[in-house]
């Protein structure tokens, strides 16, 4: 007698193999067979019939640290086929966040903390992830240790090296925060006050990793005119330190830059053929987000956010600011959208940089840039275009590649729905299977299937998830493939895809028949080392 029966459906199980008509029976949390199974017995049957059953996806980049907290639920990741995440990239976190510094942790994790409503008392990284365990998420939750809360409850927002015996904390706390059950450790180089990390740190942390095998994930210090530059600085961290090295979201900034994106692809070839182990994720789509301020020549956002923010409110400071942004900019202001300013401002959601100016009656888009920053107390993010599509079909064709969102676990109705954020929290992998492998036949399916499971459970080190074989969880996303496809758009980004028709997470249904089942969460907060 089986809990769950899926008869019929065309069977992709992750791991490359080509698909298969064949029937899949659960039992509790794990697949218990997988086949021609005839006339058994099974609790629910689900027909399958012209549809694809693969693994649920699981998103290798993701920043849903405290949207879980607010809401478990994981509303934009369930309804995309989403079964596990990996928080904590990018270098940002909320924990560890112990002695005098712990307070400015979660100050400076603006990007990610969309309802500062949402209760966490943890200085550390143990006592996090039993914050999320009583969050009780949908999905399945793996965290990396982020490189900003191991610096900042060091020393503070500095901005300057750290000193040897500094260095030293930092990995001794990285390496406690593994030993919580951390899958690894980020970095994120544009990020105050990360972007005053020498390589000497980033191979302090790496070695910390490299210690417990766990991963190294390094959004890099450049994407646009150091692109190159950066991707040899992580290899040499790899080398130096014997870490699994991730790059966080490969591609180029700035139209200038788009030929610098098969260079740094090839940069990783190399790497590989010298015997490193080198990876890197993407998603499909042609812009990215951030906060504005990243765009911010480095002595501006030096001290954090409250710091810059006073900083300009000196006419002399935001003077030297707004010619500098303009000398060194990569991006044009017709290329820099605003997606999320402060309650009041929602007149300006949508404009590029330049329109803004113009509907704030500020001649420089710089100067409208900066006041935004500085009234908002740098609560303004955006959508940064000016990527390339070609670079995108090669990335995504690149044998070293996985699939990550770089999105948020996000509810329309809640706070994360706030402002026009990026549909990539919405339509990342529909998007993917739809327009990449359907439309446009980029990569076959099966390969699409892969790299958005097996080979992402890989490199966290995640054994029996992202795959369809008996013993494995019963992660499972059931799919049309002649219509999935991504509806989220940067003018109505909290739109749900069409196309996943039911969701499973450790064998119960988190999504029937396109709904999610809201009263059954049955994700699993993961611990490296854990068998969970």
């Known amino acids: 007698m089986f809990d769950t029966l899926i008869r019929n459906g065309l069977v992709i199980d992750g791991l490359g193999s080509p698909g298969r008509r064949a029937d899949v029976a659960i039992v509790v949390d794990r697949i218990a067979a997988i086949g021609d199974l005839g006339d058994v017995d099974a609790s629910r049957v689900i027909d399958a019939a012209g549809l694809v059953v693969a693994p649920g996806f699981v998103d290798i980049h993701s920043h849903s640290d405290t949207t879980l907290l607010s809401d478990g639920r994981a509303r934009s990741k369930i309804a995309q086929g989403v079964t596990t995440e990996v928080n904590g990239n990018c270098g940002i976190g909320v924990a560890p966040a112990s002695g005098p510094h712990g307070p400015l942790v979660r100050t400076e994790a603006k990007t990610i903390d969309l309802d500062p409503a949402a209760s966490l008392e943890a200085e550390t990284f143990g006592e996090y992830l039993d914050a999320l365990v009583q969050a009780r998420p949908a999905i399945n939750v793996a965290t990396l240790v982020g490189h900003a809360p191991l610096r900042i409850q060091t020393i503070g927002l500095d901005a300057r090296a750290a000193t040897p015996s500094e260095l030293r904390d930092i990995a001794s706390a990285a390496r406690a925060a593994l030993d919580d059950g951390a899958f690894g450790v980020s970095t994120g180089l544009t990020q ?69 994106a098969a260079a740094a692809m090839a940069k990783v070839d190399a790497a590989v053929s010298d015997g490193l182990d080198v990876a890197f994720d993407v998603y499909p789509y042609l812009a990215g987000s951030a906060n504005l301020s990243q765009l911010l020549p480095d002595w501006v956002q030096a001290g954090g956010s409250d710091a810059m923010v006073a900083r300009l409110a000196d006419p002399e400071a935001r003077q030297r600011a707004s010619a500098d942004w303009t000398a060194s900019r990569f991006l044009d202001w017709d290329e820099i959208e605003i997606c999320l300013v402060d309650p009041g401002q929602e007149a300006l959601l949508g404009l590029t940089l330049r329109d803004a100016a113009a509907r704030l009656g500020i001649a420089d888009p710089a100067d409208a840039g900066i006041e935004l920053i500085r009234a908002t107390e740098n609560r303004v993010s955006m959508i940064a275009y000016g990527r390339s599509d070609e670079n995108l079909m090669a990335a995504l064709a690149h044998p070293r590649v996985v699939i990550g969102s770089d999105g948020l676990a996000m509810d329309p109705a809640g706070p994360s729905g706030a402002g026009l954020p990026h549909p990539r929290s919405f339509g990342c992998y529909p998007r993917l299977l739809g327009e990449y492998v359907r439309e446009r036949r980029v990569i076959p399916l099966e390969r699409a299937i892969a790299i958005s499971t097996s080979i992402a459970a890989s490199r966290i080190g995640l054994a029996d998830r992202g795959r369809i074989a008996e013993g494995a969880f019963a992660d499972i996303v059931i799919f049309d493939a002649d219509g999935v496809a991504d509806l989220a758009t940067y003018r109505k980004p909290l739109t749900f895809p069409r196309g996943i028709v039911h969701v499973l997470v450790n064998g119960a249904f988190a999504l029937a028949d396109g709904h999610q089942v809201d009263l059954v969460r049955a994700g699993r907060v993961l611990r490296r080392g854990s068998a969970a």
Do not use: C
């Open 192 to 260: 105050v006050p990360l972007i005053w990390s020498d390589e000497d740190e980033l191979v302090a942390i790496a070695t910390a990793a490299a210690s417990r095998d766990a991963v190294f994930a390094i959004h890099m210090r450049s994407y646009a005119d150091g692109l190159e530059d950066a991707v040899d600085e992580a290899i040499r961290v790899s080398q130096r330190s014997g870490a699994r090295l991730q790059i966080s979201h490969m591609t180029s900034s700035g139209r200038r830059n788009r030929a610098k």
